[in-house]
């Protein structure tokens, strides 16, 4: 097989956030071929000048299709993946009468290792080819998801869920025990290959303040890993916070006085901001991951995209699986689409696409890594076709610009209209 490779297609880039005041399409470049090399991206151009530059390389030709970063889903629990989509409840009815029972199951290193390639084959698929996902309070969760995604090339943010109090028997640790086991897994694995270590509270809730406090120390001596929880989703689990946290500020702050608030901290939800918590996590450089399916499945509110992007918060978009609806984060930019409806802020497409890659990896702190196609990145992308059911085809048809010609996929598109995606440059699907 030769090293060199050579795609053809319409290649998108980002040159600057489409968020930005020059306005989303000049935030985009396209080219007409791209080369990989060794898992990297070496160059973009045109395929006269790729071809000159490197000879000797298999060219691949995907004709109209577009070549786009690979899809980074910020914020999943992939030992959910069972029980996506059960039936509606609230937040703290939904993880007692579904999520802890199946997350009980993860002790189980076989059954841990057959679910993590069941959602990395899932969400492969999809287009996703870096996740930040919660595990259980098992160890052996962390080693699953970690070992499959190595077996793959993959990047994957991870850590085991710590929690020790509100939670059944057999998924409570202690504030030691939680402390002690991550620390060994960040020995284990943090900075290995592409795997990145986030500790994870699962949220303030299912932790005491001495946990909270342990996990901040913990922080403090392992700087290079993130740190990944749950704020402000839903009203009622606001006014659950205030009652255990009687001297908290606010939510926030039952991380913030922990030693869990600065950059790298990756806060899901965070729906219902109070002013000091907005100004505090722009403050601290924190990041916001917006989770627009789970939002609405479970009945939690509306993210405000606008009003946060305006004041210059870091956000990433996520399914939340499987509190989210689906392992696509096309179905998930839409869902964020319409959620900006709602709230009378419409997105642009390319807002919607940088969301769902460089927008999420500038979230997780990786966007000189992935989430761009750019020279140096790490050869992770997504060929999409724009036409992969008569439905869409019928509407792209009609498209007068590429924008027009993408929104159909955003809004309508599933797996059928993954083309290839590529991992560390090799081909996954």
Known sequence: MKQDLILLGRVLSFCASPFAPDGPEAAVEEHEAIALRAGKIVALGSRAALSKVLPEAEIVDHGQKLIVPGFVDAHVHYPQTAIIASWGKRLIDWLNTYTFPEEMRFGNPAYAAEIAARYLDLTTACGTTTVASYCTIHPESVDALFEAAQARGQRVVAGKTCMDRNAPEGLRDTPQSAYDDSAALIQRWHGRERLIYAITPRFSPTSTPEQLEALGALWTAHPTCLMQTHLSEQLDEIEWVRTLF?????????????????????????????????????????????????????????????????????????????????????????????????????????????????????????????????????????VLDLASTPAIAQRATRAETLWEALFPTLMMGDDRAIAEVRINGQKAV
């Open 246 to 382: 009687p001297e908290a500020r606010d939510y926030l702050d039952t991380y913030e006085r922990y030693g869990l608030l600065r950059e790298g901290a990756l806060f899901g939800h965070a729906i219902h901001l109070e002013p000091r918590e907005r100004a505090r996590l722009l403050e601290a450089r924190a990041s916001l991951i917006h989770c627009p399916t789970s939002n609405t499945f479970i009945g939690s509110g509306l993210f405000d995209m606008s009003g946060l992007m305006r004041e210059g918060h870091r956000i990433g978009l996520a399914t939340d699986t499987g509190g989210g609806s689906s392992f696509s984060m096309l179905r998930t930019m839409a869902a964020a689409y319409e959620v900006a409806q709602l709230r009378g802020t419409p997105l642009h497409a390319a807002q919607l696409l940088w969301l769902a890659t460089l927008g999420s990896a500038t979230a997780l702190g990786l966007q000189d890594k992935v989430g761009n196609l750019a020279v140096g990145r790490e050869a992770d992308l997504v």
